[in-house]
Every structure is written in structure tokens, then in C-alpha cells.
């Protein structure tokens, strides 16, 4: 069982919808993150969170840390949020990925 | 700007070569990363380097070396050790290895095999 996983694996959404990415670790964490992976394989820091809610513009981040799970919101979604959305774990240095959910947004 | 380059974008290699993927940062991060992701996986950490002259194996090194000669610097060479180099690679850096620290992450390299 991978110490990082994701839900769903594929979602997709009509632009305007509201969108929730789930993320369960198995162990105790320093830090969650949540990236994202652009079509052409970048990838771009969005949050680094230990406790509680960010937000940034249309996306928000919230982690539960007795439950050992994060999600990643996003409002008013648009077809430029179209790409794959990682989440990882840091603990004792290491940090651990999940497989990712590909998100695509439709006009 | 600052960021990370790595080059080529794309890379083919024969039987039998090895073959050197490059990656460059001018964020003067101290600890650099590479990384393998295949589809359906998470990212899986191949080498990585706190500081100059020093790296550490990851979780899968096997076929795998690099060099740390500069800070800016952190070459990847899969070599004919590594029988299933198909993958997309990506390189990272942050400032020192810490448990809080956000990675920085260049553009990717895929490699396939020709």
C-alpha cells in the first residue's frame, strides 16, 4: 500500500463546477503538499501546509491531521486548471508522492 | 528569473549507452533532487545532494549515478545498468534538505529507449 494516496485518479468537471481532490497518508507528517503538473510535465509548488486552511486565489487547502488527510478545493474551476494534481508527504526528510488525479475541466 | 533548466527535453538512448541528463539551478539552492515518474505512479527519489561533493542513493539508484561538482550543477546518467530507463525525469532543489522545505521542479526530461 503506497503511503501517499489520491482520490479520485481521473475527475472530470464542466467549467464553473466546484472540485475536491482527496489525499490520505499512512504515517505521521511534517508537511503536506499539494503541486501541480502542467501538460508538458512541470511541475509548480501550489500549498505547503502542517495544520488547518490556505488559500489562494480560487484554490484552497485544508488538512486534517488526526484523520491523516488533506484536500485540495477549487472554486469556479476553469479549463486552464486542466492538469494533474500531486500530493506529498514530508517526514523525517523524505518526502513521498501519490500518483496524482488528472483533472480536466470542459468549456 | 531564477529557476531550474534541465536539458534535453527529450532523450533517446540505444542498447548498451549511457546516457546524461542535465540540470541547472541559479536559485542558489543548496540540496538538489532527481526524480523518476512513470505513469500511474508517484514520483520515486533517485539521488539526492545537500551540498557540494556529497549525494546520497534514493529509493531505486540501481543504473543510476550523478555528480555534485558545483552548487548550480546535478547531472543524471542512466547507464546501461538500468534496464528500463523508459520514464520522464525531474529535477528539484530546495534550500537545505529540511522537513518544511518546498521544492522547486525544473521542466522534465522524457527518455525513451530507440
Known amino acids: 500500500k503506497n503511503e501517499v494516496e489520491q482520490s479520485p485518479q481521473n475527475l472530470t468537471a464542466q467549467e464553473g463546477e466546484f472540485i475536491t481532490i482527496n489525499c490520505s497518508y499512512s504515517v505521521g507528517i511534517s508537511a503536506l503538499h499539494w503541486l501541480q503538473q502542467h501538460p508538458g510535465g512541470g511541475i509548480v509548488s501550489l500549498f505547503m501546509?502542517?495544520?488547518g486552511k490556505k488559500k489562494h486565489g480560487r484554490l484552497i487547502a485544508t488538512i486534517n491531521i488526526q484523520e491523516k488527510h488533506s484536500s485540495l478545493h477549487i472554486t469556479a474551476s476553469h479549463p486552464r486548471d486542466s492538469a494533474v494534481y500531486i500530493c506529498?508527504?514530508?517526514?523525517?526528510?523524505?518526502?513521498?508522492f501519490g500518483a496524482g488525479t488528472r483533472l480536466t475541466v470542459k468549456p | 528569473d531564477g529557476g531550474i533548466t534541465q536539458s534535453p527535453k527529450y532523450l533517446f538512448r540505444k542498447e548498451g549507452q549511457n546516457v546524461t541528463l542535465s540540470c541547472e539551478q541559479n536559485l542558489n539552492h543548496d540540496a538538489m533532487y532527481w526524480y523518476r515518474q512513470d505513469p500511474g505512479q508517484g514520483l520515486r527519489l533517485i539521488y539526492y545532494s545537500q551540498i557540494v561533493n556529497d549525494f546520497q542513493k534514493g529509493d531505486i539508484a540501481e543504473g543510476y549515478s550523478v555528480s555534485r561538482e558545483k552548487k548550480e550543477s546535478f547531472p543524471l546518467t542512466v547507464t546501461s545498468a538500468q534496464k528500463n530507463p523508459t520514464a520522464f525525469y525531474l529535477c528539484?532543489?530546495?534550500?537545505?534538505?529540511?522537513?518544511?522545505?518546498?521544492?522547486?521542479f525544473g521542466d522534465g526530461t522524457r527518455l525513451s529507449i530507440l
Open positions: 506529498a508527504a514530508t517526514r523525517n526528510n523524505d518526502m513521498r
Open positions: 501546509l502542517s495544520s
Open positions: 528539484a532543489s530546495s534550500t537545505p534538505r529540511g522537513v518544511n522545505q518546498p521544492q522547486h
